[in-house]
């Protein structure tokens, strides 16, 4: 049985960090991952990362921003951790590696990034998100981390009220292997996949929601979720960074006129006009890069992008654009330390909620929060696994291999993952989209039970657990599912508007009611709301 201080589940750059942060705070390491750490979904974040480096910024004018965003339900304790770090984070990754670009005076360059006040983005022309994560992979690989890539995390091992581990199975070896830790960080990312389209990785699942949901973890405001405003859409998603409007990109009507102003507009706000203008008969909406100076050296990665999924060359043309799907504010239930309420599980990066976001991220914030708060939490777990010491994992994997066994068990019942996910998807993307109602979000809860009902009947044809993706698909598909109907009880829960959570048939902002965070706990199998405060 493998042993280690601290287990971090998932390898995208909240997960490397943290497990970097780990390992240099003294603790042995080993990082689990269902697929190889640069296939995650954390270089599909083109525009940058915020920092307060310029001299017209400051740490409380960063933190501000941060609470304008999050629209009322930002905690106090994480907004002033992540402006009071980030710069210090952000010179790191530059010194390790990160090849951001530079103003005329050769420092670090900034850009503007949503509603920010400020330029204050760092960035790598637009393929930031790349460049962080190759960088935090080499020093990862410096660290000798061993890595078990290619891993799918079946469930977490409890004894005695904590946290001692996790069951895996290795596609390559189509085993079951148990990993004993003195402490467990969960950093699977989010779980976007709930949706079609969206932008994140086919590999969102909310693996990670689920594996700490099922020891009783709370999942919080699961209802805000960003859909990302300047984004091609057809069989293929193209996103293109709203950095290019900072910079003289429009967004226009067929016939060519602006029809939504960018300044000042949060990210909700933003996809909420361009929503609203493709509904009002003027035609889709498109964004025109041609304004924007030096386009091809300041968008590369757009422009590359567009013209592969979507063959329009947007140096000549403008791109019909749509708000799709993007990222949660909501996870796991954790504090500033990334701390759980099971004794030495964690939580870090897009899975978690430890209060920074509130209703709507603040553009850039991103990678930011997943290397500021990869490395307090990584060094937290180091910390509890070294108090905690030497725990044997009590679990088996004997309910795990049941599991699987009876997945690929008896004949198929005609259905399909596919058909299953591309509905569900549908469903959230009609239902629990830009806006919604009580009418709609009622629709979705019964529509995602029967979609239940089919996942439990359907059976994997394919015996074998060596690389049986389909088997590790219909876990995932079973997390969705889970997890579709948690968001759907928290929506229609929250009768107001706020943030990323626009009700037509309840259009204003309720302070009186509704100045609180929702919470979703799994209770005799089912999900069951409840609210708490937001800290001050």
Sequence with gaps: MPQFDVLVIGGGASGLRAAIAAKRAGASVAVLSKVHPLRTNSALSPGGLNAPLGGDDSAEKFAQDIRSAGDGLCDTEAVNILAADAAREVIWLERVGVPFNRDADGR?????????????????????????????????QREDIPCFSEWFVTS???????????VALGHRSGQLETFAAGAVVIATGGATQLYRPCTSAVGTTGDGLMLAYDLGV?????????????????????????????EGAQLVNESG????????????????????????????????????????????????????MAGIDATKDAVPVQPVAH?????????????????????????????????????????????????????????????????????????????????????????????????????????????????????????IRALQQRHAALRVNNKSRIYNYALAGHIELGNLLKLAEATALAARGRAESRGAHLRSDHPEKDDSNWKAHTVVRSQDGSPKLDTRPVSA
Aim: glycine residues 14%; hydrophobic residues 40%; charged residues 20%.
């Design 327 to 447: 990222r949660p504010m909501g996870g796991i239930e954790t504090n500033a330390a990334g701390e759980t309420s099971v004794a030495g599980l964690y939580a870090v990066g897009e899975c978690a909620h430890n209060g920074l976001n509130g209703a709507g991220r603040l553009p850039g914030n991103t990678l930011t929060e997943a290397v500021v708060f990869g490395k307090r939490v990584g060094e937290a777990a180091a910390a509890h696994a070294k108090s905690a010491g030497a725990r044997e994992a009590a679990g088996s994997a004997a309910r795990d291999n049941e599991r699987l066994a009876e997945i690929t068990s008896g004949g198929s019942s005609g259905d399909t993952l596919g058909t299953i996910h591309r509905e569900l998807g549908e469903l959230m993307s009609a239902n629990l989209g830009v806006t919604r109602t009580d009418a709609g979000l009622a629709e979705a809860q019964d529509k």
């Design 257 to 308: 006129d602006a029809v939504v102003d960018a300044a000042g507009l949060s990210r909700a706000q933003l996809a909420a006009e361009v929503h609203k203008a493709g509904q009002n008969g003027g035609g889709p909406v498109s964004l025109d890069l041609r304004p924007v100076a030096d386009l091809a050296s300041r968008f590369p990665g757009a422009l590359e992008v567009v013209k592969s």
């Design 108 to 140: 670090i360059d900034r850009r503007a990034l949503g509603s920010s006040s400020v330029h204050r983005a760092a960035y790598a022309d637009d393929r930031t998100g790349h460049m962080v994560l190759h960088v935090l992979h080499e020093q990862f």
């Design 218 to 246: 709370g999942l919080v405001d699961l209802e805000m979720v960003q859909f990302h405003p300047t984004v091609y859409s057809a069989d293929r998603t193209a996103l293109v960074s709203e950095a290019a409007l900072s």
């Design 156 to 166: 977490l091992i409890q004894d005695g009220g904590a946290c001692t581990g996790a």
